[in-house]
């Protein structure tokens, strides 16, 4: 087993969209139900090109076969795919805004193996070699419980209206980043 963590590029679109998708479905069904989802992979759940081009999209392989991936982000933008929330590209500016977390996904048949930890060490590293000393994140209900156990806090729980009117239960959370976690 060689676990490969790497940015991910435009050449890795058609397999992380698979994934995302598989991950949404199979480890969100027990938070929502069936016709959220439907709405809201592709929407709310999804890969964003923009998070590609900034360079800040990342995926780990295993044995050559992408099985994780997760980002984070210095724009506004704070969840979804892309064309959700489009106009939110404003850059954040370290020491007065917080960084974001974004797109956490872990094939289903990968899950609890530590993947959604090592990801998220990497992208609160690379937040904080960027400047950031606090990051955020919309976090969905199947999420919170990888990000408490890493130090996150519950800012809030709302709903996040999606097309069509679908309401999407998520939680925003909250870090103060440091330098001591990391690869
Ligand atoms: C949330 C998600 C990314 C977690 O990834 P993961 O690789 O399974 O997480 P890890 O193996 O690193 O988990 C580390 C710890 O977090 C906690 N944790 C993670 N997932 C958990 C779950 N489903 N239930 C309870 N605790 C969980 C546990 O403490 C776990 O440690 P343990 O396995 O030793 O008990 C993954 O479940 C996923 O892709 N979910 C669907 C998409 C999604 O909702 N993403 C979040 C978007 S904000």
Known sequence: MS?????ATEADVIALSALIARSARELQAEFYPPEVLDVAVGTAFGLDPML?????????????QPVACGGWSFRA?????????????????????????????VAPDYARQGLGSRLLAACEKAAHEAGFTEAEMVAT?????????????VDRAYTEILPGGTELPVIRMTKRLSSRRGE
């Not at 900034?54 to 780990?60: A, F, K, N, S, V």
């Not at 795919?81 to 974004?102: E, F, K, S, V, Y």
């Open 141 to 153: 209900l199947a999420g919170e419980k990888l990000y408490s156990r890493h130090g996150w806090a």
């Open 3 to 7: 676990d490969i963590l790497r940015l």
């Open 52 to 64: 590609l081009a900034d360079e800040t999209y990342y995926l780990i392989e295993r044995d050559g």
């Open 77 to 105: 933008k704070t969840y979804g795919a892309a064309g959700h929330l489009a106009d939110a590209t404003a850059r954040m500016q370290p020491g007065r805004d917080a960084a974001r977390i974004r797109a956490f996904f």
